[in-house]
């Protein structure tokens, strides 16, 4: 048995259904079904999704206050006054600002932009910022990607006599800043029909409503942004991905161009992978260790040749963001397993002088990640006294509505369900850890703490073709509520596994199914070659993909989770030294001997049923160390229970079926001879007798034993000798002959057998509830 390390929530699809809505729509049966399993039942938005027919950009002005918006700028530019595009330091606001700015300076607006300081100012507008914009000579301020929150600072600027736009998608509060629009996709007076457009997506829109129609040039920051925040990738966020994806392929951006010749990234090949794991986190770096400045210059710049050193140096920037990443991760682990245990605080609360807070995000993943709980990372100025941090949660936990009951003691925060940010003082902090572990306790079950995951179908391993790989893509690009599709392949043999890579952490192997093979490929996956038994059938999930290797195209299976539903058998006879594998068995375990004491408390001694039926190991992996002298202990041991693996080593100190057993002959001929020769000095004469009948040595010194204990000799001065007067009695009434004929017997079924024999024996005894020891007595 070897337990998923996640809940696997399988979508049951009619598979008559999606055959007809494939013959429908004109797709294969496996995309139809996962276009179902995704809510996407209509013919109409079937083919929207995969073929983009009849799918158009929303009409900007349906966002409330856009005219209002646009009026304001249309008069900026008449009056040739300066207007201030206010932007955020990560991905979504860098691209926001970038595209605005561009859109702005094309419209004929005198603008600029204004990035603040993650360290300096903190998230968001703020006074001092406004009041250094009114004294530049800006009328009028357009924030992007953020502003939602800005209460305070709005009405600075209304005392200050600037004009504010409000561009943004973080969750609104309960009370709105004053500004002269609010342009907001979720805006509560509004009817916009997609509240869940990016930052960049709402600049966008902005930009759309200036020009009149979509600006194509842009969509390349569009999807970059959109991508990067996570946000939703369906609707009107899928085109802007999707066009934005191909705009990136073609672009002849400088910024871009830098960025894809810095990292060796083929700009052809482009796709929302690149863009999640090469170009966001590149232009986050610059934001998250000091000024956004350098990523917004180069996502503006139209000079190639400084496009290249830009690049050069946010990705230097990355490296160094990576270094600072991992170091902090490792002391985040560290503090919550020696001071605030998983199993105790449902909600991470960690936070040090020092840690930066550019990066406090990613350390907050990690820790969700590694221990699936709501994760808050803080990091402290002691000289302000204030704490800044991030928070990443698990579902079930919505974090912006708990950390909404906090707002006494959160002067500064905003996020969305999954993730937040947030400044308070040093002092609140434990209330905080406090308020956000109560809240989880009274909330979230133990099943929470299990992460859960989707997968779209179960396939056969014939279902799985290149031509229907290429079919699945056709739902990309996929993100947030869009993932890619995970597979299950259910019960399947594993035709071969081993451990691949530098460190050999990563798995490499084979699954069949009715003579049909797959890939299978896992990083970080690689102690599970320790953990599974070759023969055990073996379910799966995974992502689909396409190998290409020597001109040759392949399905491959991306691993994200394994699963051995039966109780597994290692195969550990023949004598190999415990020491030598008994250390890599996973913790949760049990070693049984049957023949003696050892004295470590890791070891169970078990002489009887009553011993045996005793052991706890449901769930279990056991190990026997030894052979039973009899089958019904080892019966009683397993009878009814369900272990999730078994070690057998059952190593014996004496080789009974090696020894050879007796026959009934044997034993007629040497008493026959003990009869005609009336006494016979085992000690002096056994081995010359033994070897002139092809016997062993041990062989007569039993059979001796055999007639001793039935009375048919005595032993007198080293010599037996016949009784000729004894009674007649049968061998099994001699208890040296039982034990051997059962050692003998145990040991052919248990040490002498296939794996395959062995694997069926004990499958049988576990499967039938040994009978209770004192039945026996009755």
Not at 23 to 50: N, Q
Not at 458 to 485: C, H, R, W, Y
Not at 586 to 596: L, N, Y
Request: glycine share 8%; charged share 25%; proline share 4%.
């Amino acid at each position: 048995m070897l337990k998923p390390k996640m809940r696997w929530s399988l979508k049951e699809v009619d598979r008559k259904r999606s055959e007809a809505f494939a013959e429908e729509v004109g797709t294969s049966p496996l995309a139809a079904s996962l276009l179902l399993g995704r809510g996407i039942t209509e013919k109409e938005e079937a083919r929207a999704f995969l073929f983009d027919e009849g799918v158009a950009f929303h009409d900007p002005f349906l966002l409330k206050d856009m005219n209002k918006a646009i009026d304001r700028i249309r008069q900026a530019k008449e009056r040739e006054e300066a207007v201030l595009v206010f932007g955020d330091y990560d991905a979504d606001g860098v691209s926001s600002t970038s595209l605005l700015l561009t859109a702005l300076r094309d419209y004929g607006v005198l603008a600029d932009y204004y990035i603040p300081n993650r360290f300096t100012e903190g998230y968001g507008p703020n006074e001092p910022a406004f009041r250094h914009a009114k004294e530049s000579g800006f009328g009028l301020i357009i924030t992007v990607d953020t502003g939602i929150s800005g209460v305070h600072e709005a009405q600075v600027a209304k005392e200050i006599g600037i004009d504010l736009i409000i561009t943004d998608h973080h969750e609104p509060g309960p009370v709105l800043p004053e500004a002269l629009a609010i342009i907001h996709p979720k805006h509560p007076e509004g009817t916009y029909p997609f509240g869940y457009l990016a930052g960049v997506g709402v600049a966008l829109k902005v930009a759309h409503a200036l020009y009149g129609k979509v600006p194509e040039h842009l969509l390349d920051l569009a999807a970059i942004g959109t991508i990067a925040d996570l946000v939703p990738l369906y609707g009107e966020n899928r085109l802007i991905a999707k066009k934005g994806l191909s705009a990136l392929r073609q672009t002849e951006r400088p910024g871009i161009v830098a960025l894809c010749k810095q990292t060796g990234t083929e700009q052809s090949s482009i796709d929302e992978e690149t863009v999640g794991f090469m170009i966001g986190p590149r232009i986050n770096a610059a934001g998250r260790l000091d000024d956004a400045g350098p990523a917004a210059e180069l996502m503006l710049t139209e000079d190639l040749e400084e496009a290249m050193m830009l690049a050069e140096e946010i990705d230097a920037m990355n490296k160094q963001r990576q270094s600072i990443v991992n170091e902090m991760a490792k002391e985040a682990i560290d503090m919550v397993n020696q001071e605030f245990p998983s199993d105790e605080y449902p909600v991470i609360v960690v936070g040090k002088e020092g840690w930066n807070p550019g990066v406090v995000g990613i350390v907050a993943s990690r820790l969700t990640d590694t221990f699936y709980r709501p994760a808050i990372v803080l990091g402290f100025d002691s000289e302000k006294g204030i704490a800044k941090g991030s928070a990443r949660s698990i579902k079930g936990f919505d974090l912006f509505q708990n950390l909404s009951t906090c707002r006494d003691i959160l002067p500064h925060f905003g996020g969305h369900p999954m993730a937040a940010g947030m400044t308070l003082s040093i002092q609140d902090v434990d209330e905080l850890r406090s308020r956000m572990v109560r809240i989880a306790k009274d909330t979230l079950t133990e099943e929470d703490f299990t992460p859960i995951v989707q997968v779209d179908a179960q396939a056969a391993v014939s279902d799985i073709t290149v031509q229907g790989i290429e079919e699945l893509n056709k739902l990309a690009p996929f993100g947030m509520n869009n993932p890619k599709p995970l597979f299950m392949i259910q019960d399947a043999k594993i035709s071969s596994m081993k451990k691949i890579g530098a460190n050999q952490t990563h798995l490499k192997a084979a699954f069949e199914q009715n003579g049909q093979t797959i890939d299978g490929v896992g990083f970080g996956m690689g102690e599970y070659v320790d953990q599974i038994a070759k023969t055990s059938d073996i379910s799966v999930i995974g992502e689909l993909s396409i190998n290409e290797w020597n001109n040759m195209r392949r399905p491959q299976l991306m691993l994200r989770d394994l699963r051995v539903d039966e109780c597994q058998l290692f195969d550990m006879r023949g004598g190999r030294n415990v020491s030598s594998w008994y250390k890599n068995i996973p913790d949760v375990k049990v070693a049984v001997s049957f023949s003696r004491a050892s004295g470590d408390p890791n070891v169970v001694f078990v002489q009887n049923e009553q011993d045996a039926q005793a052991v706890e190991m449901d769930g279990k992996n056991v190990v026997l160390l030894d052979l039973p002298e009899r089958e019904d202990v080892i019966k009683s041991l397993l009878g009814g229970k369900s272990p999730a693996r078994i070690y057998a080593h059952f190593s014996t100190q004496e080789n009974h079926f090696f020894s050879s057993m007796p026959t009934r002959d044997h034993f007629k001929w040497y008493y026959a001879f003990l009869l005609k020769r009336g006494t016979f000095d085992v000690k002096q004469h056994g081995e010359l007798l033994a070897k002139k009948q092809g016997w062993s040595y041990a062989a007569v010194r039993f059979m001796s034993n055999v007639f001793l204990e039935l009375g048919f000799v005595k032993l007198e001065n080293g010599k037996i000798e016949v009784q000729r007067e004894a009674d007649k009695r049968d061998l099994s009434e001699s208890p040296a002959y039982i034990r051997k004929q059962t050692q003998f017997n145990l040991e052919q079924k248990l040490l002498y057998s296939s794996y395959r024999e062995l694997k069926m024996i004990l499958d049988e005894w576990m499967k039938q509830p040994a009978r209770h020891w004192e039945e026996r007595l009755t």
